[in-house]
């Protein structure tokens, strides 16, 4: 028997309403006295605010952290990750270990970023030792692409600091940017850039519990890279996101390759390409080994970034969370983290977007409701496997801190994690 929940949501989206409905929920009003909401992610921060005087109850449960802006505003992901380094630097961890250009080996999926204003100064020494690199300036409260664009020449980085201090603009002042190492040699198939989104859930900061979606997707620029640099301006070229690409030419699917099975072809729809068509045409290309490696790392970003954030989290027992990792593969099959979304799209664009969307949503609360399905915070959230749908665990911290059968990232802790088995196979496919 299910337990009829009363839920509210800020978002009117058929994918989220479907599965309440299935479930046999009813939709109160968030005035009301409710079990579960699927809140927007600034809903959920100024139910938590103090001035809120809100206190939620035992068998309430929210889709977001309060502070999950940790790991999803772009300036202080960047920060997490440049002070989790430091500090198993300081542990004399071999996780932090560098080359002898100084990169770390292990911990090296952040594109190089500064915060601008802050670190304009740091940004103009890295740029006068590497003087013929492209980067890219975000203003780190924004999505959807806004206001980003591409420099090359210290120049445009001076001209745009002066005009970002001038008065006449005073909207851009507020921002503060981030400005990353572009990645210049994205993998490109059929000629097209490409961005991975990958999904994950976590349940539970500390200890950390987190799993990591099977089903996640390529998203395609429409247009063809241009390796040139001249189109710098382009952001069709160099952007992946749904919401540019929208706005760009028709959509073109890159071409089948001949490794890649025809029937997997034909089910890109919307620029997208589903994970395990990307897994069969690297495996066919470029070897299994290389792209189970590939995977591997993706695995061990996803959950370095995550313990970066972890210490500083506010890890309240009412909140799980699902993120879209977005990131650039390159032409040597390194993964690049380009930044993490604390409200992925429920819009569907297609109706395989649609199924994905769905079965998504209906996996992440079967893995955070308690068998009875009746929130409940203090449940210890050790759903059955049999829950985990198309989920597949990553890591807990609790169940397997002193078991060593596990996987090797749920080992790597901090201060002394084993590193060399790094690049065994992903326990995901
Ligand atoms: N360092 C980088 N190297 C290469 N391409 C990048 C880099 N950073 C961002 N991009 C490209 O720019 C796009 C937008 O970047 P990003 O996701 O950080 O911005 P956004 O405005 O928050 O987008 P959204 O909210 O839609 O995810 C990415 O999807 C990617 O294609």
Redesign the pocket.
């Given at each position: 028997m299910t337990a009829r929940i009363a839920y509210c949501t800020d978002m009117e989206k058929s994918v989220l309403a479907n599965n309440f409905e299935k479930r046999g929920w009813f939709q109160v009003s968030p005035d009301d006295e409710w079990y579960f909401y699927w809140a927007g992610a600034q809903t959920c921060r100024s139910l938590f605010s103090v001035d809120s005087g809100y206190r939620m109850n035992d068998n309430q449960m929210i889709n977001h952290f309060p502070t999950h802006y940790e790991l999803t505003r772009?300036d202080l992901l960047v920060k997490n990750i440049k002070r989790y380094r430091r500090e198993l630097e300081r542990e004399g961890s071999t996780l932090a270990a560098r080359d002898a250009t100084g990169r770390y080996i292990h911990l090296d999926f952040l594109?190089t970023t500064f915060m601008l204003p802050a670190d304009y100064n740091l940004f103009v020494e890295e740029f006068r030792r590497n003087p013929n690199t492209t980067w890219?300036l975000?203003p780190a409260g924004?999505?959807?692409?806004?206001g980003?664009f591409l420099v090359n020449k210290l120049a445009q980085i001076k001209k745009w600091s002066r005009d970002t201090k001038s008065s006449f603009n005073p909207t851009l002042v507020k921002d503060t940017y981030v400005i990353?190492?572009?990645?210049e040699n994205?993998l490109l198939i059929g000629g097209k850039?490409f961005?991975l989104r990958m999904y994950v859930l976590v349940t539970s900061y500390r200890p950390l519990k987190a799993y990591m979606y099977k089903q996640g997707f390529c998203r395609f620029c429409t247009v063809r890279y241009d390796t040139s640099g001249q189109e710098l301006d382009n952001m069709f070229v160099?952007?992946?996101?749904v919401?540019i690409q929208k706005h760009g030419a028709s959509i073109s699917h890159p071409s089948p390759h001949p490794y890649s099975p025809q029937e997997e072809y034909n089910s890109v729809h919307g620029g997208k390409w589903p994970v395990r068509t990307l897994r069969l045409y690297l495996e066919g290309t470029r070897g299994k080994s290389r792209t189970d490696r590939l995977f591997s790392d993706i695995t061990w970003l996803v959950v370095h970034s995550l313990r970066a954030v972890a210490p500083i989290m506010a890890s309240d027992r009412h909140c799980f969370e699902c993120y879209g990792y977005?990131i650039?593969i390159d032409d040597q099959l390194k993964p690049?983290m380009?930044?993490v979304?604390a409200s992925p799209s429920m819009t569907s664009t297609t109706a395989n977007d649609r199924i994905l969307k769905y079965k998504l949503v209906d996996d992440i609360i079967s893995i955070v409701l308690p068998p009875d399905g009746v929130p409940n915070v203090h449940w210890n959230k050790i759903p059955s496997p049999d829950k985990f749908g198309d989920f597949e665990l990553l890591l807990d911290e609790e169940v397997y801190q002193n078991s060593d059968h596990h996987h090797q990232h749920t080992s790597g802790h901090r201060g002394g994690g084993k590193t060399s088995d790094r690049h065994s196979a992903p326990r995901w496919k």
């Open positions: 772009k594109p890219i975000k924004r999505s959807q692409g806004v980003i990353s190492r572009y990645i994205p850039k961005d160099h952007l992946t996101n919401s977005d650039i690049w380009i930044e979304n």
